[in-house]
């Protein structure tokens, strides 16, 4: 921070009666000539007696030869600071003089204070006083008890408003000024709590000249950073170790942005300096990991000490074991940021798509939405994700420097990763709900007003989010309509949500429908239409009060759609069907039935499992098998299959794509399908002996959780499969 150049009182006086001369001289010589002779002679005298004795004041007053620009007015320095109340003070006292208090009574209570008149706020009435040896409380205290002052006070330090670290590179980043980081730096203070951050990457250039101090170390070996490296070997084998090394460059440009040294003279400024990296590495130096691995890194990041997890890495396709290690870290207390994805898509991207994560996308220096920046209901902020300068190993940039410009919803990942953890180093006993609500009330709202599938909330705001106030009582909120348990008729279902705030202060009310948002509203009444198309079976339907302080809650009710007629809310396979009928996998018969007792055949089968699976059907004809012609409706299908190593034929070259198939055959396509591992351990199924040749696709299966026997511990392999246990086993699998 830098103080301007301060002169004395005197000095600027003498400037302002010598800038101010040759007009008092004017208006004094346009006197004379309207006076007699004699009294303008005396007129003009005085005149130039008095500009006389403030030249020569002005002269007295001037440096030496020799002086330096300090001596020529007193220089604000830290040596004439104090503080009072934990608050820097000048060693000055400012006061405002009772009406009738003379002059000379003033000098008089001044000596007594130690203190010297040195200037005034004539539009205030307020004295300023400089003091020398007195202490500032004791002068404050003679000063009140004279009974001469309205008041006295010290005259307080301020620091600019926004402060200005000394990294070289500060002025090329212009991410950190457009989320006002000066202001909350400023506000923040230098008093914070430190906050393990895990960046879940391509691991960390340890020796980075700007991550020194940045990483966090073992509570354990206080030489050892704390940070893990978890992969997959070549026989599919899921290790661990110590090896953190970035040979990519991603994790450092992400650690960077977070935590990169600020104020140290050296590169670049990063977001939250009370911030400690650790680096858990789960993408290889190309950049890709594996699920298993991720999951890994995350709940290791949870077990050892992480408050926020940045997962700058995105995947089109969803995943169970990422959703419950989102679940398990989420439990745990942990703020979840994870980008939204380059594609320019809007379809969903894990684990940013699952909830109590917060999905970021980017928006360049002016504001405006990236392209490439995917879009879409799991979007909840945006932040600077363009031309982000950041650390980055040298021996990796394009040019052999420590620092490279990025682009992506990675690097916007970083900044909401940064202030998350700037909230938490202020107010560590923040939760993470507090923390997301934090940001969201606070966001700059950018887009369409509200919550939009392209800006979420908004772009994030530092400056707003590091005031995290006194008010931690969450609103209420409730469900207006509809009621509980509603059956869905129309084609849309109206939503409306009722809230109430002790401090009257909602800022918006979010609405779900089955974990995904489908609206925002932000003033009174909180209402959203649901477009009942979307509905299928048993749905949730959440509302999420916010209010300007980052507190929630929540409501949500049950609502039901049935699709068949056959298949009603009470029947033991409802929600599979209609899971399956959502997302076109399975339709009906004429007059709206679904005949769940009905049985399956081979290759109906076949078509339900490559649908869910997304496979695409084949379009050149090969005719695998003599009984399944290119007349027959599911030999797109079936040769598709096939081509995928799902399914074989009989020995005779048939695939009997009519007969039933049967409970065996399933768990043996669905083995063949990668659904689930081999895993035989467990009790046998008394029908089900080891000798048996589907004894290891039924025991996988079983272990797996898809399929299940019945009360006798009879698995009945033989038995032909019903649409609705299709429906339930697909389910279990895929859904």
């Not at 380059?342 to 928006?363: D, F, K, L, M």
Request: charge should be neutral; include cysteine.
């Amino acid at each position: 921070m830098s103080f301007s150049r301060r002169y004395s009182y005197q000095e600027r006086h003498r400037q302002r009666i010598k800038r101010a001369a040759p007009e008092f001289l004017l208006a004094i010589c346009s006197l004379a000539i309207d006076r007699s002779p004699r009294g303008r002679v005396a007129l003009l005298l005085t005149a130039f007696l008095v500009v006389a004795l403030v030249a020569g004041g002005a002269i007295a007053y001037a440096a030496p030869a020799n002086s330096t620009p300090e001596k020529l007015g007193r220089k604000f320095v830290l040596s004439d600071v104090g503080t009072v109340d934990g608050m820097a003070v000048a060693k000055q006292i400012l006061i405002h003089v009772k009406p009738g208090v003379s002059p000379k009574m003033l000098e008089k209570l001044n000596a007594k204070a130690g203190a010297k008149s040195a200037s005034s706020i004539r539009k205030l009435g307020i004295v300023r006083v400089t003091l020398g040896d007195t202490d500032i409380d004791e002068a404050v205290r003679i000063y009140k008890s004279s009974g001469l002052v309205e008041f006295a006070e010290p005259n307080y330090v301020r620091r600019a408003t926004a402060f200005v670290p000394n990294d070289p590179l500060y002025s090329q980043q212009w991410g950190l000024t457009k989320i006002g980081m000066g202001q909350a730096w400023e506000t923040a203070g230098t008093t914070l709590n430190p906050v393990n951050v895990a960046v879940l990457d391509t691991g960390v250039d340890a020796t980075h000249e700007d991550l020194k101090g940045a990483l966090a170390m073992s509570s354990v070996d206080s030489s050892k950073i704390l940070g893990r490296h978890f992969y997959t070997d070549s026989y599919g084998r899921q290790l661990s170790d110590d090896s953190i090394q970035d040979n990519a460059g991603h994790g450092t440009h992400i650690s960077g942005i977070i935590a990169g040294r600020t104020n140290n003279g050296l590169g670049i400024a990063g977001i939250a300096s009370a911030a400690r990296i650790m680096p858990v590495k789960v993408l290889d130096d190309v950049g890709f990991g594996d699920d298993a691995s991720i999951a890994e890194g995350m709940i290791w990041a949870a077990d050892n000490g992480a408050r926020v997890i940045n997962m700058s890495l995105a995947g089109p396709t969803p995943s169970s074991t990422l959703a419950n290690a989102v679940k398990y870290v989420r439990n745990k207390g942990m703020v979840i940021v994870a980008a939204i994805g380059n594609e320019g898509t809007s379809s969903p991207s894990y684990p940013a798509a699952y909830e109590g994560v917060i999905g970021v996308g980017a928006v360049d220096s002016q504001d405006a939405w990236v392209p490439q920046s995917n879009s879409g209901p799991n979007v909840d902020v945006v932040a600077p994700g363009m031309s982000i300068l950041s650390t980055f190993p040298p021996a990796k940039s394009s040019n052999g420097q420590p620092y490279e410009v990025r682009s992506g919803t990675s690097m916007a990942t970083g900044f909401v990763s940064g202030l998350a953890s700037m909230i938490l180093s202020i107010n560590p006993a923040l939760s993470a709900n507090r923390v997301e609500g934090i940001l969201y009330v606070t966001a700059d709202d950018l887009g369409a007003t509200g919550w939009d599938r392209y800006y979420g909330h908004g772009r994030i705001n530092a400056s707003r989010a590091v005031y995290v106030g006194s008010d931690n009582n969450p609103p209420a909120v409730t469900i207006s309509s509809p009621t509980d348990g509603v059956m869905v008729n129309g084609p849309t279902l109206a939503v409306s949500a009722s809230t109430y705030d002790t401090e009257g202060s909602i800022a918006l009310v979010e609405f779900y429908v089955n974990g995904e948002r489908v609206g925002t509203d932000v003033a009174p009444p909180y209402e959203c239409s649901i477009n009942a198309s979307n509905l299928h079976g048993k749905s949730t339907i959440r509302t999420v009060a916010y209010d300007n302080s980052g507190n929630s809650s929540s409501a949500e009710v049950t609502c039901y759609k049935q699709t068949f007629t056959d298949v009603g809310i009470s029947y033991w396979a409802f929600q599979d069907v209609e899971t399956l009928a959502a997302f076109g996998v399975i339709t009906g018969y004429p007059g709206g039935m679904f005949e769940p007792d009905g049985l399956v055949n081979r290759a109906e089968f076949v078509k339900m499992i490559a649908e869910s699976m997304g496979l695409p059907k084949k379009l050149n004809y090969s005719g695998y098998f003599k009984d399944v012609p290119n007349t027959h409706w599911a030999w797109p299908y079936i040769e598709a299959a096939y081509d995928m190593g799902i399914i074989t034929g009989y020995r005779d070259g048939e695939f009997l794509p009519d007969n039933q198939i049967k409970r065996v055959e399933v768990t043996n396509i669905l083995l063949k399908s990668g659904i689930f591992p081999i895993n035989i351990l467990g009790s046998e199924f008394t029908d089900v002996p080891m000798s048996y040749w589907g004894y290891k696709p039924i025991m996988s299966a079983r272990n797996a959780g898809i399929v299940s026997g019945y009360p006798d511990n009879c698995f009945r392999p033989e038995r032909a499969l019903s649409r609705a246990e299709a429906a339930r086993i697909i389910k279990n699998s895929l859904y």
